[in-house]
């Protein structure tokens, strides 16, 4: 059984960080899968955050996020993590792991992919002062 499961959701002031990770069951991660991390904010629409692209070592960050999150993979554990650091007020939202196969990622690669999608049923980040 595919699964995502997320961790490392949780509090902290701006300017700190957080580390999130995204640990897959039922498939290697490392097999020419796209893992990408997309958050949801109250009241908005779910966002594109980062991706990293396992065959192709590749890794792509939004504007908004760019310098200050790092996504990277530990293949041992099967394992995608995005470290958040310089957190803002606005980063405040539910992160969501994805993934799908495919090796593109770079500028709108959540926008056109083909076969299934999982995702993880999300972790939340408050930033608060």
């Known amino acids: 059984q595919v699964q995502l499961v997320e961790s490392g959701g949780g509090s902290a002031q701006p300017g700190g960080s957080l580390r999130l990770s995204c640990e897959a069951s039922?498939?290697?991660?490392?097999?020419?899968?796209?893992i990408s991390w997309f958050r949801q904010a109250p009241g908005k629409e779910r966002e594109a955050v980062s991706c990293?692209?396992?065959?192709?070592?590749?890794?792509y960050y939004d504007d908004a996020v760019k310098g200050r999150f790092t996504i990277s993979g530990d293949n041992a554990k099967n394992t995608v993590s995005l470290q958040m650091n310089a957190l803002k007020l606005d980063d405040t939202a539910v992160y969501f792991c994805?993934?799908?196969?495919?090796?593109?990622?770079?500028?709108?690669?959540?926008?056109?992919?083909?076969?299934?999608?999982?995702w993880g049923k999300g972790t939340l980040v408050t930033v608060s002062s």
């Open positions: 994805a993934t799908w196969e495919g090796t593109y990622c770079g500028s709108g690669w959540y926008e056109d992919y083909y076969g299934t999608d999982y």
């Open positions: 039922g498939f290697n991660f490392f097999d020419h899968y796209v």
């Open positions: 990293f692209s396992t065959s192709e070592g590749t890794t």
